[in-house]
């Protein structure tokens, strides 16, 4: 009886092992854009395993999305800017006027930070405020959480946002690349998006 209890167990652990980790997908597979499809102008490749946006001729802007749609999920990314940079994680996009971001930008009105959850036409539904936890010149972590209209994003492990908003429920995952000439600069480099379903 023992015995059968333990073998029980130890398949119950293995199950949960191989179900985390095949639970997280990797968006980016580090080679190609396999999975991706790109809006507007600004240059999308991959350099050193990395996944890099800037902007394309004449400060032109533009979108990298996910073919695929998501809705409830944690996503996890992995990156590092160079500034000056207005760029984010667009998640649950349907369209420019329906999408979530959390950005990747210094903002001076109001001013807030890299963390902090866009939504268009609502503006900023939630503000980082505080620089202190950006690492400017190296690599960050933005964790989203999206569950029914519960959104939660955190930057290096501080939690910056904890809001309800019920503008979409769904839609694409992706990146921005910002327009101007004062973004001329941007670069936005990826080295890692993991995705978990909820």
């Known amino acids: 009886m023992v015995r059968r209890i333990l073998v029980v167990l130890c398949l119950t652990v293995v199950m949960l092992f191989v179900g985390c980790s095949v639970s997280q997908e990797k968006l980016f597979n580090g080679r190609d854009l396999t999975g991706w499809e790109t809006s507007g102008e600004a240059r999308w490749f991959v350099e050193n395993g990395n996944l890099v946006g800037t902007q394309g001729a004449n400060n032109a802007p533009g979108d990298l999305f996910t073919t695929e749609t998501y809705g409830d999920f944690l996503a996890t990314l992995t990156y590092r800017a160079e500034w000056p940079c207005n760029s984010g994680l667009w998640f ?107």
């Open 92 to 198: 649950r996009y349907q369209s420019p006027r329906k999408a979530y971001q959390a950005d990747i930008l210094e903002y001076k009105n109001p001013v807030c930070y890299s963390g902090t959850l866009y939504c268009p036409g609502k503006m900023f539904l939630a503000m980082n405020e505080d620089k202190s936890i950006v690492d400017r010149e190296g690599w960050n972590t933005i964790k989203v959480r999206a569950e029914g209209d519960h959104l939660q994003v955190w930057i290096n492990g501080h939690q910056v946002a904890d809001v309800h908003d019920d503008s979409t429920d769904s839609g694409k995952i992706g990146f921005q690349v910002h327009p101007g000439d004062q973004f001329g600069p941007m670069k936005i480099v990826v080295r890692e998006l993991l995705l978990k379903p909820l």
